[in-house]
């Protein structure tokens, strides 16, 4: 089992910064790919970035050139720098973990952490 804790949301002015932490533990060792996804009200989750234990990241198109995922396996920590916040960024954003295997995706989540960019 693996656990997920979020750190970091808070309310911030528009333009403002934010940075979001997330450790994982527990059986973490086989853990492949962590990152953020983020659900707003009304909306589905979306994933915001993820980053690969071989260091392949991928963002959505609506925040990238704005947000930086940043991960270390060793310690199962993954961060995201979010930076020129705009209100359209307000939600709720969840750590997510993934154990790949060949039988089938075994997908970990924190209990999310709320983001509040004000006008």
């Known amino acids: 089992q693996v656990q997920l804790v979020e750190s970091g949301g808070g309310l911030v002015q528009a333009g403002g910064s934010l940075r979001l932490s997330c450790v994982a533990s527990g059986n973490t060792l086989r853990i492949n790919v962590m990152g953020w996804y983020r659900q707003a009200p009304g909306n589905e989750r979306e994933l915001v970035a993820s980053?690969?234990?071989?260091?392949?990241?991928n963002y959505a198109a609506s925040v990238k050139g704005r947000f930086t995922i940043s991960g270390d396996y060793a310690k199962s920590t993954v961060a995201l720098q979010m930076n020129s916040l705009k209100p359209e960024d307000t939600a709720v954003y969840y750590c997510?973990?993934?154990?790949?295997?060949?039988?089938?995706?075994?997908?970990?989540w924190g209990q999310g952490t709320q983001v509040t960019v004000s006008t």
């Open positions: 997510h973990a993934r154990d790949a295997t060949m039988i089938r995706d075994f997908d970990f």
């Open positions: 980053i690969s234990s071989l260091n392949s990241t």
